[in-house]
């Protein structure tokens, strides 16, 4: 068996401090040990983002990402996002454009598009579709999500 | 009651139908708050893993699964010999859950682990012994159906059951099912024929790849009855069949269906894992959860069908087409799900897509020790299209004519009945051939495209175009093909609808609520949908061949009308007027001349229930479609609707590399009407870039037998940056028997962009492929000539 | 077959090479890689796993003389953006555009990208044709000891490279580009990032009267290591870059690699793609 580890660290701005095994990868520990299961599990391998999150403001694959290393670090999941006030427009701009059919990929999808929109506030289609190039949808070919993104954009200008 | 006020409010005329309604759980899903079924989790329950098979084709000498029982944690190791009143599943009977002398494919199931938890089983697994004695691989359904070809089903030593199936009895032969279907003289057909042209075409892998991987729960309760979570599409077909297996009465077995997280036809069948599932729970007498990894998902789903076909047409010098004469090969794999059944939709695009006074289809489907192949959208309909538009386009070109008039000429109308007994009786499809060609400046860039086609630059551009039939009014393939509606409302006027028909993320909830709020005059927040528990909602026969909004949809407004005769009888009594005055209109009964509020329907609803009568406003209605079941000879009106599309795809092809690039598609699509804008869009373009992936990167690798590429990283699906631009037009030609005139769709959009994109390769380089999909190498051979022409010379064992 | 027993975190150079000396150390950076080939079962996590994120002295980009210096650490978005590289490696900035998805660049670092030594890495390419050194760090003593390698000798087969299980890659150095350097990168896919390289090409050199001085060329994915390909190189040393040239050393580019069959790509067409590219390559830098 894998040793034991400590970590503290703030997941959506309130402390944890849980025991995981050195090998879990923080996908594992968010919903197998803390019960947050809004990030999703779509491969494992970093190549869908279904499980997406943001760690020190940067978005990342939880699957590839070992829970040990989330010690003294912020990290935000789409449960923190949707407490997030800031976070209203991203949302309801993917629910009104449609950009949300089985909703699998939809948690990564946003928390992709809130990074992206952080470093780039008012993007153009190419920068989104680049952006989000590690998130795959099965469902709607992408169009609706651009536009969603785009929309948020819009406004920030 | 004087009901007159002194200011009269009026309610104008509005109408939901045709506008942009957002999905009623985007906002839960978009927040994480969607519960799936990887979200849930049942105190006390355990974990299933499955052990799969080692080889391609073995005999299984012995299994030792000692170590695997001892290892602490560990509540349950099951194999064959286990559970030996296992019953045969799948479409054809044809395979056990458990394997237990023989395995034929790489995902066969031999062991099944329940455990403490997911990473306790998974060593559990590792610690079981296998002793296999491998038996030669038949790779190739070529091969498959060769006289004294090895047998995959070979007859059991022992005396069988009456009545045995497949998997007791074997099989004499690798044939796992056949279909034989003509209408008219094919040769007659070629005697009148001007140009005849014949061509192989070769159909690849591909599988769903939905973003939720498989899962299911099991849990049965003190009394034995069986609680299932499960993902399928079809939970009314599927508790009958799951009683079957577990030899216990339908009536104790209730399946709830979470929220899935993708379908697209995957759900259809039941899998090994499924029935695995259950006797877990049932030996470790504790819920059993059994999720597969994302390796397992592309190992043990199903995958579209592979077909080898080889197709034979002919048309007159003036453009008339005169016959076709269709064989395929289907690669079964090692057992049979709905993929073996294809045919049933191919046969309809081959007889029946244009005017063929002459058709003759054949295919034979044989097993293999591949991978075995389910329903995925589409149902073989993208397998005949691509053969059939290929030689529309190959037609025209022998006969001088442009492939728009060339098709125009040939396209069927509203009126029509097909050789095969269809009857269109809403048909737009010249409407989208025109539209489409329009839209897109089709003959223009065509005739372009060809022209400068040998200008220098390794850049070619190009052009093609396809259409497609497919059934728009479900599919009477079952003894009904109906669905059940209960609807009740509350004293607020709110309304629970609760349908048979399952979400599967295509919006079925909301374009259920907007035509019920349609027929009465509701806001669609007054809506709940309860559809996914079988001990609550009425039948239905499941989610496929693009029915729900059909089906379901004539259910529901069935279920809303008999309310709102019921409200205004009510209300026509109270107000001393006739039903026929009145109306329904934004929450209020008003009058049907002017509009003029006459009382809110919420108060009504409350002085009904609070009368003497102190009646509740509760309907039902079960809708059957008007269809009719197929004779032997597969002839028969089978959908009471049908959906047509034409879609233009325009590509640039890098001759340097032979990458293929996906510009625009422009689609025109026949819909009877568009119900909810935003979703039968989102329908469309996924359903394009689902074919997009189909044409150009999906391609599941099996070499002899075994997956070469069973990860997204080889597996590739289309991601954002590769989408083409997208202009989707409807065609409204409102059928008759629609809900609000609508026809199904769901399908219809992945159906013709393989074949489209093969055009415009042609168009844009001179050379036509044959074999999908278009991966950058396949694409620079066949440009550099290192691409023998595909030829399949059929070859039908005696039936 | 040993079992990972520990899990460490050190904050200084000095800690994480002592921990080192066991011998039996996995090394975790950005995990991107790691966790995908322990879990499939292509790598074991060895006795030890050092997380070596928290080593400030492992991150940076500086200008260190005629060199810019690259820390392990830096991951690929932080790559591409600084303006620095974009400055003075502009290609480099290129390749990461390249590089898989947003997610992973964030986590991927430069030192990870390079130790895993894959045939098909795409930083390497880059690198190579820019002449970039690592500098690895041991501590033989209790003091440590740096030596650097080009990294044309650094890689040794898929996964092997020159760095000695007691060393620890700390960074990487560029040497500033002659004036007048022009360089070139091409990854193969249909998919802008997500791809693994079929091929990979990097060509540079001091462009000067239409010809390339000093010119290097690069190979990924077309044998076991990213490699220099000498004759291509040799080909191109001051030849001007007309069509025929051109041609003539694409065909020495064509003949000069052996890759394999494999899922992503046969050999023939990957021999062909080098030989197009490479042309359409040149003809590129014979245009600027």
Known sequence: MSPKHDIEFALNGIRQRVTVPATMNTLEMLRDVLGLTGTKYGCGEGECGACTIQVDGVSMNSCLMFAVDCDGRELTTIEGLANDTRADALRASFVEHGAVQCGFCTPGMVMQADHLLHKHPEPDAETIKAGIEGNICRCTGYKKIVDAIACVGCTNK | MNVVAKKPRTIPESSLIGTRIPKMDAPEKASGRTRYIHDINLSGQLYGKILRSARVHARIVAIDTSAAKALPGVHVVLTAADVPDQRPIGVARDHFPLKGDRVRSQRDEIAAVAAESEEIAAAALKLIKVVYEDLPVIADPEDAIKPGAPLLHPAPAGAQPAGATVAHRGKADNIAMRFDYAHGDVVQGEAESDVVIEDTFKLHYVTHCCMGVSGMIAEFDASGSLLMYSNTQVPFLHKREFAEYLNMDPARVRIIQPPIGGGFGSKLDIYPFEVICLFLARAARRPVKLVFSREEEFLASPTRQPVLLTLRSGCKKDGTLTFRQVHTLHDNGAYTSWGATTPFVMMQTFSSLYRVPHCDYHTVAVYTNNPYAGSFRGYGNLQATFAIEQQMDEMAAAIGMDPLAFRLKNAQHTGEVTGQGMEFKSCGFTDCLNTAAQRSDFSRKFADNAAERNQPGHLKRGIGMASMLHVGGGAKIYPSDGCGTILKMDDFANVTLITGASEIGQGSETVLSQLVCEELGLPISALTVVNNDTAITPWDVGVHASRTTFIAGNSAIGAAKKAKTKILAVAAQKFGCTAEELDLRGGCVIKAADGEVVTELSKLIRNLHFSDKAELVMTTFYYEPPSVHQGKDYKGDVSAAYAWATQVVEVEVDTDTGIVRMLKVTGAHDVGRVLNRLGIEGQVEGGIVMGQGYALTENLMIENGVMKNPNFRDYKLITAPEIPEMDVSFIESMDGEGPQGAKGIGEAPAICIAAATANAIANATGVRLYDLPFTPERVYRALHGQTPKLYWKPWVPAA | ?288
């Open chain 3, 1 to 288: 077959m040993t079992e990972l027993e520990r899990y460490v975190a050190p904050t200084t150079l000095a800690a994480a090479i002592d921990c080192l000396k066991d011998g039996e150390v996995t090394i975790l950076a950005g995990g991107t890689d790691l966790t995908p080939q322990t879990r499939a079962g292509r790598m074991r996590i060895k006795r030890t796993l050092m997380n070596i994120r928290r080593i400030p002295e492992l991150k940076g980009i500086a200008l260190d003389g005629g060199a810019i210096r690259i820390g392990a650490l830096t991951t690929i978005t932080e790559i591409m953006d600084s303006a620095l590289i974009a400055k003075h490696l502009p290609v480099l900035v290129e390749t990461c555009r390249h590089f898989a998805s947003d997610q992973i660049r964030n986590a991927g670092t430069l030192g990870g990208n390079l130790c895993n030594a894959s045939p098909a890495g795409d930083t390497a390419i880059p690198l190579l044709v820019l002449g970039a050194s690592v500098e690895l760090a041991s501590k033989p003593e209790d003091k440590i000891y740096r030596r650097s390698i080009p990294l044309s000798e650094f890689f040794v087969g898929p996964g092997q490279t020159r760095r000695s299980l007691c060393e620890l890659l700390t960074a990487v150095t560029v040497p500033l580009p002659a004036p007048g350097h022009v360089a070139r990168f091409h990854k193969f896919g249909t998919r802008v990032g997500l791809d693994i390289s079929t091929v990979s090409i990097g060509i540079g050199g001091t462009l000067k009267d239409g010809a390339l001085a000093a010119a290097r060329v690069a190979f990924g994915a077309v044998a076991a290591t990213p490699l220099r390909a000498a004759q291509t190189e040799a080909a191109l040393e001051g030849q001007r870059l007309d069509a025929a040239a051109i041609a003539r050393i694409a065909a020495v580019a064509r003949d000069e690699v052996h890759p394999i069959d494999d899922v992503r790509a046969t050999a023939w067409y990957r021999k062909e793609l080098i030989h197009n590219m490479t042309k359409r390559m040149l003809e590129n830098v014979a245009q600027a």
